[in-house]
């Protein structure tokens, strides 16, 4: 099962990080949704932070993860954010077990193709040889060369841990990472409709979402608004943590 961390008490919220990302990301911003009133689950996904291991990885899968998480819990009304990667399992999961689901916020992505865009981030990834067991500063002067963005590289090199004394690993499982890769940018099928609240919130300085794309958000999610926060890339809910839960809090009371 998906590892998680599970605080308060009330209406379920599910919290689902983006690709390379995990539940640790999201510890603050949970807290916040705790003191609104709702249980709060902040998941590993398979093949990220603690949860599993897997050669198989699709939104497919995700979501299955996900919906045998919420029978194992007894979850039977739910309500999901989902960031990136995250965004993409939370819309397939919204639109396949629409009684399962409330309300959905989708945070910098859309239900479109995306072309393969992680090539860098991964080969700086790859460029690090653990077996030679380099520093946490090594790592990252490693993955500098690659990966010239420095708020980047920190997100990344929180998924880094020490598996035994002065040995370092990334928790995320970078082989099926590389093998799969393609699976990252599918689309959502153009058949799947989720008619119940959608809230899409994108970053103002992100390309993820465009205006040119909210007719496909409108036809996917006929109930959907689309907020922006001004100034903010991709990593939107870390860059202004206050005006994401600000939009996120109000939408979903």
């Known amino acids: 099962m998906l590892y998680s961390k599970i605080e ?3 209406k379920a919220l599910l919290i689902i990080h ?3 990302g995990m539940s ?5 911003l949970g807290v916040q949704f705790v ?3 709702f249980q709060v689950h902040l998941l590993d996904m398979r093949n990220h932070g603690r949860s599993f291991h897997s050669d198989e990885f699709s939104y497919e899968i995700m979501v299955q993860d996900v919906f045998d998480y919420c029978q194992q819990n007894g979850l039977e009304s ?55 067991k380099p520093s946490r500063t090594e790592v990252e002067e490693i993955m500098k060369k690659y990966i010239p963005d420095f708020g980047t590289r920190q ?25 799969k890769i393609d699976e990252i940018g599918k689309a959502l099928a153009s058949d799947l409709i989720f008619e119940k609240p959608t809230l899409f919130i994108r970053g103002g300085s992100s390309n993820y979402i465009l205006d040119s794309d909210f007719d496909e958000i409108k036809k996917h999610f006929p109930v959907s608004t689309v907020a922006t926060i001004p100034n903010v890339g991709h990593w939107l809910h870390a860059e202004n943590p206050t005006m994401f839960y600000e939009l996120a809090s109000d939408f979903l009371k």
Do not use: C
């Not at 640790?24 to 603050?28: R, S, V, Y």
């Not at 819309?91 to 393969?116: C, E, H, Q, R, W």
């Not at 997100?155 to 990472?177: C, D, I, T």
């Open 155 to 179: 997100f990344l090199m929180k998924s880094l841990y020490w598996q035994e004394p002065g040995q370092l690993a990334f928790r995320f499982n970078l082989n099926a990472f590389n093998k």
């Open 78 to 132: 739910i309500d999901v954010i989902g960031h990136s990667m995250g965004g993409k399992t939370a819309m397939l999961l919204a639109t396949s077990y629409p009684n399962l689901v409330d309300k959905l916020i989708v945070a910098d992505i859309g239900p479109k193709f995306y072309a393969p865009h992680h090539q860098d981030i991964l080969a700086g990834l790859n460029a690090v040889d653990f077996s030679v």
């Open 18 to 20: 983006g690709f390379l």
């Open 35 to 37: 003191a609104d009133g």
């Open 8 to 10: 308060g008490s009330g």
């Open 24 to 28: 640790d990301n999201w510890k603050t």
